[in-house]
């Protein structure tokens, strides 16, 4: 089974490898010759090392590079620039020193987490010194930088308030951001149809703004710190938290908060690109800055998230001291039992590295997954989420023999899902696409597909990731609610506002085509005197009948409508007005010959009619001058002493 993604979706990919676990006696053996040796140069070699070969001290992140001799793509400065460099003294940036795990400050007083490890990689590039001050928290930091007391905040979204007094660099990481909640809230498709609902942010956060804006329905919940979100949503001090996606996971994993859940994806202009601000009175140094940062590769963002995001805690280890306090049987000994300590722990934390993914992707409605975008739509990953969605296992459709999921979408939606999918591997941007699937059961299911393209396999083909969750539910309420907007409540029939615009429709096809089209109007005769005999009740019986009498007489893809209290309306087309007539007047015939029971008793109903044809002299192809002249000779056949249909003026 593939490794499991800790992150859907990303714009970073990252295949980790999984090493088999060593024989722990091949291990001891080779342990105990390298002991032996370090033994013998201890023995010989003098008590310290040479300052050649003295070890890093790190990038003050707490970690040292794993590879120091790779070659660092330095980026040469112009004399000009140089000099500006020289010019401005310090280079302040003030971090945020609470927004783990992006940048925070450590026990030990030390600036740390991702945003340093990037900011360290543009230090080393651009041959620059970065002096980092930590004047309070957020808010007091903004205002510092507003005075112009700090020339660069390392780390944040650009926003039209910060833009007055900061210019912004190219984003040193791109993180979507994803509503978090109790596990018993529901999927969050559309916040905006949220009501009497609290949304948690820490204080001067620019999420909020644009929250304010787009979700007006939402009550906002202040909290001092980043940490105090979750623990605010955990306590229902607040229903919701918006927050990055890598925080999120961090959080929800490191204070085992598992009953939050992440319930939704926010739209895509909430996805932060967090930039480096600069004043705007130093854009040339924003310039500068924008060169390093174009250096930063994917893989070295990618190994510096998950080297935060996923931390394993390892015990320093003093192998000097050891060695001159025990003889060699000793070490030996304690050496055997270090690494069966180390075994466990590492055993221990990959299977909670494990638990902590499945319980983050289990709390994802629907299906997870990488793939590639080929014709196949061939799967590396799906999550278990893709039983209770198609019926499938997730083995079933990963693999050399598995079930290609191109074969699960509805023939008429392939080549839509497709198209999606291309243009955003040709843009390298985000797409949402809906369409059907069929179940390992044979029955259809409307999906929601939301992912992103996140690189290419060796062949050239696009990989992407994403989110795919059932919104059947809601096709089938849509449909519903559609065909209840359309129907006149009472008869069943279509009602006036869907005949207009089916009347619309038919015009501007005969007028095209140069086909027949002709309307009549007809209304019930002496319809207030059965109210009056027969109550409201057996009115509403007439008016039912009558209208599905008057369906069942014209042909099925004719048009019949109420047009409104007891007046219909008839839309027939290819036919000219003799022909309308006709069908008509017979279906007048039938309704003088059956009549009506209503209560037990026998009732003859019949109808006034009158009907227009767009083909006749002087007549303009619009649905106002039709109506009328039908509506007209409605009228005229009730002038006529009713029971009777008029065609001609």
Not at 61 to 89: K, N, R, W
Not at 147 to 157: D, E, R, S
Not at 247 to 259: D, H, Q, S
Request: net charge negative; with cysteine.
């Amino acid at each position: 089974m593939p490794e499991v993604p800790t992150r859907i979706p990303r714009p970073v990919h990252h295949h980790r490898s999984r090493w088999p676990r060593p024989d722990l006696a091949v291990l001891l053996t080779i342990v105990s010759l390298l002991l032996l040796l370090a033994l013998g140069v201890w023995m010989w070699a003098p008590a310290s090392l040479p300052p050649a070969y003295v070890a890093p001290a790190g990038d003050g992140s707490g970690h040292v590079e794993d590879d120091q001799l790779t070659p660092v793509p330095m980026v040469p400065l112009t004399p000009e620039e140089q000099a500006y460099i020289q010019s401005i003294g310090p280079i302040t940036v003030a971090p945020d020193p609470d927004w783990v795990p992006y940048e925070y400050v450590d026990e030990d007083g030390d600036f740390t987490g991702i945003a340093a490890d990037l900011l360290d990689l543009v230090q080393e590039r651009l041959g620059i010194e970065f002096t980092y001050v930590f004047p309070g928290d957020w808010g007091v930091i903004l205002e510092e930088s507003r005075a112009g007391n700090v020339l660069i905040l390392p780390f944040l979204n650009q926003t039209p308030d910060r833009e007055d007094w900061l210019v912004f660099t190219e984003p040193l990481l791109v993180d979507p951001s994803v509503f978090i909640t109790r596990e018993e809230h529901p999927f969050i498709f559309d916040a905006t149809g949220l009501t009497d609902e609290s949304i948690a942010f820490p204080v001067g956060t620019s999420l909020e703004e644009r929250v304010q804006r787009d979700f007006p329905n939402l009550h906002i919940v202040h909290v001092e710190r980043e940490n105090d979100v979750f623990q605010a949503v955990a306590n229902r001090s607040a229903d919701m938290a918006l927050r990055p996606l890598t925080v999120a996971a961090y959080t929800i994993r490191k204070e085992g908060l598992f009953n939050l859940k992440i319930a939704g994806q926010a739209p895509e202009h909430y996805t932060n690109h967090l930039r480096m601000g600069v004043l705007k009175e130093h854009a040339m140094l924003r310039d500068i800055l924008d060169r390093a940062i174009a250096t930063i590769s994917h893989r070295e963002r990618e190994e510096i998230v998950n080297r935060h995001v996923n931390i394993t805690v390892v015990q320093a280890f003093d192998y000097g001291i050891l060695m001159r306090l025990v003889v060699v049987a000793g070490i030996l000994l304690m050496l055997t039992s270090y690494w069966n300590l180390r075994l466990r722990r590492l055993n221990a934390a990959l299977a909670e590295s494990e638990r902590s993914k499945s319980v983050l992707l289990a709390n994802l409605p629907g299906m997870a997954y990488r793939g590639l975008l080929d014709r196949d739509w061939t799967m590396e990953f799906v999550s278990e989420g893709v039983k209770s969605l198609t019926g499938w296992q997730p083995s079933d459709l990963t693999g050399e023999s598995a079930i290609r999921y191109a074969s699960l979408i509805h023939p008429e939606d392939v080549e839509v899902v497709w198209q999606a999918w291309s243009g955003a591997t040709e843009s390298w941007q985000p797409v949402s696409v809906e369409y059907r699937i069929r179940t390992r059961d044979h029955k259809e299911r409307w999906v929601f597909d939301q992912g992103v393209p996140i690189g290419r396999d060796s062949s050239g083909t696009p990989i992407i990731e994403g989110l795919v969750i059932d919104i059947t539910d809601r096709k089938h309420a849509e449909k519903a609610l559609y065909e209840v907007s359309i129907h006149d409540q009472l008869t069943g029939i279509f009602n006036r506002r869907h005949i207009f615009n089916c009347l619309n429709d038919m015009l501007i096809k005969a007028a095209r085509e140069h086909t027949g089209l002709c309307v009549a109007i007809i209304d019930l005769d002496h319809f207030k005197t059965i109210n009056d005999t027969l109550g409201h009740g057996g009115g509403d019986t007439v008016l039912r009948g009558f209208a599905q009498r008057l369906k069942a007489s014209v042909r099925p893809y004719d048009l019949v409508g109420r047009y409104g209290g007891e007046e219909f309306i008839v839309a027939v087309s290819d036919v000219d007005l003799p022909t309308a007539a006709s069908m008509l007047e017979r279906f007048l015939e039938q309704m003088n010959a059956d009549g009506f029971e209503v209560a037990g008793e026998g009732l003859k109903v019949t109808f006034s009619a009158g009907i227009a044809d767009i083909g006749e002299p002087g007549m303009e192809p619009l649905l106002e001058p039709l109506l009328a002249r039908a509506d007209a000779r409605l009228y005229a056949a009730k002038r006529a002493g009713r029971n009777c249909i008029v065609t001609s003026d």
